[in-house]
């Protein structure tokens, strides 16, 4: 499993970086992706990394959200800033394309006053 931690509550247009680390010797030759899910929704793609640090992002997180990698440490990050209410959720990190097997627990964020 993929586990993702550095959620929590922050306030509208606050800032939170979420953390991923994975174990092996495979992540560095794969895309990865952080995933959210909100309450009564289906679980979406937030942004994705290739393995050379290309990112792309979802329209709805474009310009807020940022997703690198540190290869050496075995890391994917996702820094989220002018955070909105509407980004409350779970979030997950996995590869990209996702594996079932390695679908963590993940992480709560809420955004909040």
């Known amino acids: 499993q993929l586990q993702a931690s550095g959620g929590g509550l922050v306030q509208p247009g606050g800032s939170l970086r979420l953390s991923c680390a994975a174990s092996g010797s495979i992540f560095s030759n794969n895309a990865m992706g952080w995933y959210r899910q909100a309450p009564g929704k289906q679980r979406e793609l937030v942004a994705r990394?290739?393995?050379?640090?290309?990112?792309n992002y979802a329209d709805s997180v474009k310009g807020r959200f940022t997703i690198f990698r540190d290869n050496a440490k075995n890391t994917v990050y996702l820094q989220m800033n002018s955070l909105k209410p509407e980004d409350t959720a779970v979030y997950y990190c996995?590869?990209?394309?996702?594996?079932?097997?390695?679908w963590g627990k993940g992480t709560q964020v809420t955004v909040s006053s």
């Open positions: 990394i290739t393995s050379i640090g290309s990112a």
């Open positions: 996995n590869y990209y394309p996702p594996r079932m097997d390695y």
